[in-house]
């Protein structure tokens, strides 16, 4: 099925796009820098979920309907990261930057979405936003478990 979009709506998708390339190399070049071997896994599972995002997007820029579905398992049982085989993550200020700063682009990527959710006329251009938004606030919540978990976010 071909849909059709308007100014606006291609206006979103196209900032949209822009915004899961960045975070696609963001998410590749911190899994390079960290230190811990969990964060590393973390960052290459949520790179490729954004890469489908992209994907996503680029089909709904091409006037297709968008495949929503994508096989992720999540990292672990209810979004929660094991701390147990974790080594040195309160020592390591590198890695407690480098998930600051991915938590505060998962923040700022849901927020563009939830403008773009209600200036969407089209159906399945909203329903697919809506579908992305709830993986980027997923996103958020593994990024927040892990740094939880390993002492980089305390919440008192």
């Given at each position: 099925?071909?849909i059709?979009?308007?100014?606006?709506?291609?206006?979103?998708?196209?900032?949209?796009?822009?915004?899961?390339?960045?975070?696609?190399?963001?998410?590749?070049?911190?899994?390079?820098?960290?230190?811990?071997?969990?964060?590393?896994?973390?960052?290459?599972?949520?790179?490729?979920?954004?890469?489908?995002?992209?994907?996503?997007?680029?089909?709904?820029?091409?006037?297709?309907?968008?495949?929503?579905?994508?096989?992720?398992?999540?990292?672990?049982?209810?979004?929660?990261?094991?701390?147990?085989?974790y080594?040195?993550?309160?020592?390591?200020?590198?890695?407690?930057?480098?998930?600051?700063?991915?938590?505060?682009?998962?923040?700022?990527?849901?927020?563009?979405?939830?403008?773009?959710?209600?200036?969407?006329?089209?159906?399945?251009?909203r329903?697919?936003?809506?579908?992305?938004?709830?993986?980027?606030?997923?996103?958020?919540?593994?990024?927040?478990?892990?740094?939880?978990?390993?002492?980089?976010?305390?919440?008192?």
């Open positions: 099925m071909q059709q979009l308007s100014q606006k709506e291609r206006m979103i998708l196209e900032d949209e796009k822009h915004q899961e390339g960045i975070c696609i190399k963001k998410y590749q070049n911190y899994a390079q820098q960290a230190q811990d071997s969990q964060l590393k896994q973390l960052c290459n599972k949520l790179a490729g979920e954004e890469q489908h995002h992209y994907t996503i997007i680029d089909e709904m820029l091409q006037g297709k309907q968008p495949n929503l579905s994508h096989g992720q398992q999540p990292m672990a049982q209810d979004g929660q990261i094991q701390q147990s085989s080594q040195g993550a309160m020592n390591n200020v590198g890695d407690e930057v480098l998930c600051s700063d991915l938590l505060a682009s998962e923040k700022y990527v849901s927020g563009t979405y939830d403008t773009g959710i209600f200036e969407a006329a089209n159906t399945v251009v329903e697919a936003l809506q579908h992305i938004q709830k993986d980027e606030q997923q996103h958020g919540q593994e990024l927040f478990n892990y740094m939880n978990s390993h002492g980089l976010y305390n919440v008192k």
